[in-house]
Structure formats: C-alpha cells, structure tokens
Nanobody
Framework: QVQLVESGGGLVQPGGSLRLSCVAS????????MSWFRRAPGKERELVAN????????NYPDSMKGRFTISRDNTKNTVYLQMNSLKPEDTAVYHC?????????WGQGTQVTVSS
C-alpha cells in the first residue's frame, strides 16, 4: 500500500535551518509529482512547495519563495524540503503528499517548532 514517511523535524531557533525528508513506497515514485504541505495549530492547511516527477519543475507560494527548497531523489524514492531562515510562524506539522489520481495520500507528518 502507499506509504509516506516524513522525518527531519524538530526544535530550531529562529534563523536556523532544517531539512525534511519523505520516503515513499507503494507506487512508482518517479511517475508522480510530490508536494509538501503544513498545518499550524488553528490554521488551515497550507501548500509549502511542489515538484514535478523528474524534479525539473518546482512551485512555491510567494510566502515561501527564497527560504524553502524542494528537491527529490528518484533513486531513493525520497522528496526533501530544505528550510532556511526559519521563523516562529513556520511552526507546524509538515506533511508530504502525492495525488495518484484515484486518491491523495499523505504521511503522519513531522513537527517543526521554531522557537528561542
């Protein structure tokens, strides 16, 4: 079955960096674009970034441009999110997601907390 397992979250000080990873299984990873979303307490789910199936196309909301970078390694079935210059408002649970056409799937998420 489809599985997405995120890791790499944690507690970081403002201005710090984290690299999130999401390992996928249960589908042909290189055939599908991938996305990172986040959900902060009391807020709606928010798109962070997405990437085409070969990694050549990436897309970021304006609020994420310049600080976040999405990438993927199709040999490892893994999508990454490099986050720099983190701010307290980046605190959230971060999920990777895939839309396989017949359904959307996401992992359990990884908690990112930005605090001094």
């Amino acid at each position: 079955q489809v599985q997405l397992v995120e890791s790499g979250g944690g507690l970081v000080q403002p201005g710090g960096s984290l690299r999130l990873s999401c390992v996928a299984s249960g589908f042909v990873f290189s055939n599908y674009g991938m996305s990172w979303f986040r959900r902060a307490p009391g807020k709606e789910r928010e798109l962070v970034a997405n990437i085409g199936n070969y990694g050549r196309q990436t897309n970021y909301p304006d609020s994420m441009k310049g600080r976040f970078t999405i990438s993927r390694d199709n040999t490892k079935n893994t999508v990454y999110l490099q986050m720099n210059s983190l701010k307290p408002e980046d605190t959230a649970v971060y999920h990777c997601e895939v839309d396989l056409g017949h359904g959307r799937y996401w992992g359990q998420g990884t908690q990112v907390t930005v605090s001094s």
